[in-house]
């Protein structure tokens, strides 16, 4: 049997980790139903969005607030909470790899959909939005366990990191 670790890669604590654990999987799970959905997920509302974009920019909102800029944002939207959770569930010292891991999963989801399916759009675009959402989520961890170490005390003073 190999030898453990000489550093905890995970978060103490088993209850949050069950819980960090379960919310991943959750999350990975509704992940997969929309990535792997057979058509692209936005199919039937795309003219209904655009609609509301030429209604929004007939009221003045710049031209470049368009249907890419729209997807584009989803998808980072779309893997901030993979870099939340799995950074949360990871010990400070290994919380990059929450991006690092986020920004392979969108390859490989990518990959998975231009190989598996045909009305999808796998693109290098998606990989980047996908990856940009995974490191906010991680960078997020970050911030706030920051604010842990540095976080006001008594008095209005900080203490230091």
Known sequence: MGTPLPVNLVI???ERRRRLAVLFLLYLGALALIV???????AGSAGTLQALLDALHKRGVPGWVNYTLVESTANVLLFIPFGILAAAYLTERFAWLAAVVGMGASCVIEAGQH???PARYATVHDVIANSLGAVLGTLAVYVVRSWKHTGPVPGGHRRDA
Do not use: A, Q
């Open 12 to 14: 103490p604590g088993r």
């Open 115 to 117: 190989l598996f399916l």
């Open 36 to 42: 792997f959905w057979p058509s692209p997920v936005d």
